[in-house]
């Protein structure tokens, strides 16, 4: 009699999940306008983690209206065979999502993170006031990396598409109180992870170092300096000016930072020797080095 009760439950809850995400995917053959200024959702980037250890990682919105609903479906994609990590569990306490009278925490939605397909689908719905305008985290997310987690991985936390049980699929969106239109917020993805470094003082000017070593074979290092907290985008090209690889396209805090690139374009292929360009962007900031792979 209590496995039939634990199997309803599980099945009652798994009802409602696929209930909302169906209400909100309805909404997606017409996506209308923010009715304001362009809500904005952030996933926090994580430097240096560890092996054999826990994390957090914070999704942050902005919003300028009362939204009724959020759906956030993210991917940790696997770009590797031995990426060693897995989300445990979704949090909303303390975050500005907590008094959301339905939302995708461990209690009610387990089956929210799938860590075999490397995704989770985050959300939360008001049946009354809905998430006042503001700013701020609305959930944390756990992560744990297991004993053969490479520290060198660099893991982006992106948003993707979450099937229903409809054969559809529902994207990031959100909702106003009345249920009557919805929208899709600007997304900055986060990462697991890029390094920090440590130095005795903060840098106080934007700056690019020549890459280490160079000539390389097959990795090398490259370093950079943000006075601020900045959106960096460090990209590699080849001689003729197309784009080999994106190495980092995310927020980061002020710091020293250190990237490796392994010498592969964005679908993993080894590059040939030759010249290759690393540019940066960072605010008003812009540089461009040269680097020499030799085989």
């Given amino acids: 009699m209590k496995r039939n009760s634990l199997i ?7 009802l409602i999940f696929f209930l909302v995400l169906f209400c909100l995917t309805s909404f997606n053959f017409a996506l209308a306008q923010d009715p304001g200024t362009p809500d904005t959702c952030i996933v926090q980037s994580l430097q240096s983690v560890p092996a054999s250890s826990q994390v957090t990682l914070d999704v942050y919105v902005w919003n300028d209206q009362e939204c009724g609903a959020i759906t956030i479906p993210l991917v940790f994609p696997d770009t590797v065979s031995t990426l060693d990590v ?16 339905l939302k995708s925490d461990m209690s009610f939605c387990p089956e929210c993170i799938e860590n075999n397909k490397n995704r989770l689908q985050l959300f939360a719905v008001w049946f009354g006031t809905g998430l006042t305008a503001g700013s701020g985290p609305v959930a944390r997310l756990y992560f744990s990396t297991g004993p053969s987690w490479n520290t060198a991985l660099k893991v982006p ?3 993707t598409q979450w099937p229903t049980s409809g ?5 990031i969106a959100f909702t106003d109180v009345g249920g009557t239109a919805a929208w899709t917020p600007i997304f900055y993805r986060g990462a697991l992870d890029v390094k920090d470094v440590n130095t005795p003082t903060k840098p106080t000017v934007f700056s690019l170092a020549q890459n280490y070593p160079n000539p390389f074979n097959p990795k090398t290092m490259i370093r950079f300096a943000l006075p601020k907290d900045s959106w960096v985008k460090l990209e590699v090209y080849n001689i003729l000016g197309q784009k080999v690889k994106t190495l980092v396209d995310e927020k980061l ?3 020293v930072k250190e990237v490796e690139w392994d010498g592969r374009d964005g679908k993993g292929l080894e590059v040939a020797s030759g010249i290759y360009f690393y540019r940066i962007k960072a605010d008003d900031f812009s540089d461009v080095k040269k680097m020499v792979m030799l085989k």
């Fill in 167 to 171: 054969g559809g699929s529902t994207g």
């Fill in 253 to 255: 805090a002020a710091g």
């Fill in 8 to 14: 309803s439950r599980h099945r009652i809850r798994a």
């Fill in 86 to 101: 897995v989300c445990d569990s979704i949090s909303f306490v303390g975050m500005r999502a907590a008094g959301a009278s």
């Fill in 157 to 159: 936390v992106d948003t």
